[in-house]
């Protein structure tokens, strides 16, 4: 089981290191991965499937009143901050395993540029990577509009709303759209770890509020 879990950390590390190559990043992590996976006796590297959450409350219908309000997370500062205490704007929740991984961090920088202009709207980004962590990627990307939180002390989010990835203990890639009144008007999870999210239908449904 250890080496299953090892397997599937190293594939998500991976895919970040060719996604941060694209984007024109170091690719020293890459090439460090690749050595530390040929290291590995015995074992073949297979696919990452099946990471979606299996968690009933996803299958919660659109419109109705979430848990998503009650969470509370860590900000880059340490202070602890509630979805509750957005109620009266509209919010884009942003959640995914890590600013480490390439996928990642273009969702965070992609949404932090799209809300730019907006009014009464905020992005809040969720992870469970460690606010220090955060706040260098947020430092380092000029992520000034978005929120960047942590759900690693409470894990509120990942009890709360089903999206923790057991094999990783990592949150699952996805993005919701509420309405003023703290109510999930939009949705998306995604099942493959290395898909993106579409940007543009959650900004429509954003737009339709």
């Known amino acids: 089981m250890k080496t299953k879990l090892m397997i599937a950390l190293f594939s998500t590390l991976l895919l970040g290191a060719c996604q941060n ?11 460090e991965t690749t050595e530390m996976m040929s290291s590995m006796s ?19 219908k659109m419109g109705e009143m979430d848990d998503m309000t009650q969470s ?8 602890e901050v509630s979805l509750a205490d957005y ?34 709207t905020v992005v809040i980004t969720v992870s469970k990577d460690l606010p220090f962590a955060l706040g260098r990627f947020c430092a380092d990307k000029e992520i000034n509009n ?31 759209v509420l309405d003023e009144q ?12 290395g898909e993106e999210p579409n940007y543009n239908n959650a900004l429509d449904a954003l737009k339709k509020l």
Request: charge should be negative; include cysteine; hydrophobic fraction near 35%.
């Open 21 to 31: 190559s694209q984007m024109g990043m170091d690719t020293k992590d890459m090439k």
């Open 42 to 60: 015995g074992e073949k590297m297979d696919k990452m499937d099946n990471m979606s959450s299996k968690d009933e409350k996803m299958d919660k």
């Open 72 to 79: 509370t997370f860590t900000t880059l500062e340490g202070k």
């Open 87 to 120: 109620k009266g704007k509209k919010v884009i929740v942003n959640t995914f395993p890590s600013v480490d991984t390439g996928v990642c961090a273009l969702q965070t920088i992609n949404f932090n540029k799209a809300v730019g202009d907006l009014t009464d």
């Open 146 to 176: 978005a929120i960047t939180v942590s759900d690693y002390k409470y894990r509120d989010f990942e009890n709360n709303n089903g999206l923790l990835i057991e094999e990783l203990g990592l949150l699952s890639r996805a993005v919701f």
């Open 182 to 193: 703290g109510v999930i008007r939009y949705k998306e999870v995604l099942e493959e770890i």
